[in-house]
Nanobody, 126 residues
Framework: QVQLVESGGGLVQPGGSLRLSCATS????????IGWIRQAPGKEREGVSV????????YYQPSVKGRFTISRDNANNTVYLQMNSLKPEDTAVYHC???????????????????WGQGTQVTVSS
């Protein structure tokens, strides 16, 4: 069973940085999509960033491109999201998510996935 455990959220001032971590386990295939999906109060879920392991391609939501960086440490089975220049509109619960069914990447970026972590709160406020 795939398990995803996030850590690293918190309260940060606008312009600040946070790094989220996702410890993963239980994958039985080397081919999947893994990344971060967020949900702000009163808003739809949206994919923030995703890595497609088949070709190591990476995608970002346009609103975070240039500020957020996703990475993967295969030796430690961990996925990271480095978030810089944070804005109040980045405030949300961030979930680590994995798609093992091979959906188009656009589905992930629209907030659809198979496996979810419990989520970690990121609050950007002065």
């Amino acid at each position: 069973q795939v398990q995803l455990v996030e850590s690293g959220g918190g309260l940060v001032q606008p312009g600040g940085s946070l790094r989220l971590s996702c410890a993963t386990s239980g994958f039985t295939s080397d081919y999947y999509a893994i990344g971060w999906i967020r949900q702000a109060p009163g808003k739809e879920r949206e994919g923030v960033s995703v890595i497609v392991t088949a070709d190591n391609s990476i995608y970002y939501q346009p609103s975070v491109k240039g500020r957020f960086t996703i990475s993967r440490d295969n030796a430690n089975n961990t996925v990271y999201l480095q978030m810089n220049s944070l804005k109040p509109e980045d405030t949300a619960v961030y979930h680590c998510a994995a798609d093992l069914t091979g959906r188009p990447t656009i589905a992930f970026m629209r907030g659809t996935s198979d496996f979810w972590g419990q989520g970690t709160q990121v609050t950007v406020s002065s």
